[in-house]
């Protein structure tokens, strides 16, 4: 039972099968957890960052697939609020990567008119990364085309816990009464409160967990897992889990 549900989870596996995608149901918002970056690296004998820095030509072939498909919305869950725990050498990697990855690809993002955001605290983040991120926002802030929403020093809980305060800061000036809180008050909060929330979830390298990313916002989204680590991650792939999202059918607690 356990085999079938995780087939089901991730379609059928077949990468080399035709894979057909309607034009009429792409997915508005899609959200990857890229996970699997040291395991790639680890298995080929090279040192962990080595995976990062692979997994960056991953982000941006899937950035011109889901572009290509005509997808509105790409969040990329690139550092949670938990991976400072991480070694102090690889935290520093990977703080350096937005400025390495923006430096190479902001131009081909402004051609392809594509808008870079980050959803996540500034706070902890270096000041060199910070700028680099803050340039690729500013530069691209006029495009009108696939939004590229890095989550980066992002955690769910925390985001959730932030939206609580705000709402109980408005009810203790009487701006709103506990009993009107609803569901919108609580969206209206989060650092996504301007997007659509995610159609589908993909998350590489064979963990089935969600990792305290969009607890709020994924509450009927298709999720969909891969054993592939992110820096192998591909078009077809992302293609393939298009076609699945497609065939599935989506309730939202209805009939």
């Given amino acids: 039972m356990w085999n079938k549900l995780k087939r089901w989870l991730s379609g059928s596996g077949q990468a080399d099968a035709p894979i057909a995608i309607g034009r ?25 960052v080595a995976g990062h820095h692979a997994g960056m030509k991953a982000i941006k072939r899937i950035t011109i697939a889901a572009d290509e498909l005509g997808v509105k919305v790409l969040t990329l869950y690139s550092f949670s609020t938990e991976n400072w725990k991480r070694p102090v050498d690889e935290v520093e990697f990977l703080m350096k990567l937005p400025q390495e990855f923006l430096a190479l690809e902001i131009d081909e993002l402004i051609r392809k008119n594509v808008q870079v955001r980050m959803m996540g605290w500034r706070d902890n983040v270096p000041a060199h990364t910070l700028a680099a991120v803050e340039e690729a926002i500013e530069r691209t802030k006029h495009n009108t085309g696939l939004i590229l929403n890095f989550a980066f020093n992002y955690g769910s809980r925390l985001e959730l816990v932030t939206a609580i305060q705000t709402i109980a800061e408005a009810v203790r000036r009487g701006e709103l009464m506990p009993q009107d809180i609803q569901e919108e008050h609580i969206s209206a909060c989060l650092l996504s409160a301007d997007l659509p929330d995610p159609d589908m979830i993909i998350r590489t390298s064979g963990e089935i967990r969600i990792s305290n990313f969009m607890l709020w916002q994924m509450a009927y989204a298709e999720l969909w897992f891969t054993d592939v680590y992110w820096p192998d991650f591909d078009e077809t792939m992302f293609r393939q889990a298009v076609s699945e999202y497609q065939r599935r059918a989506r309730r939202y607690g209805g009939i």
Avoid: T, V, Y
Avoid at 24 to 48: F, Q, S, V
């Fill in 24 to 48: 009429e149901n792409i997915p508005e918002h899609i959200a990857i957890i890229m996970d699997g970056n040291g395991r790639w690296a680890k298995r080929r004998g090279l040192p962990r």
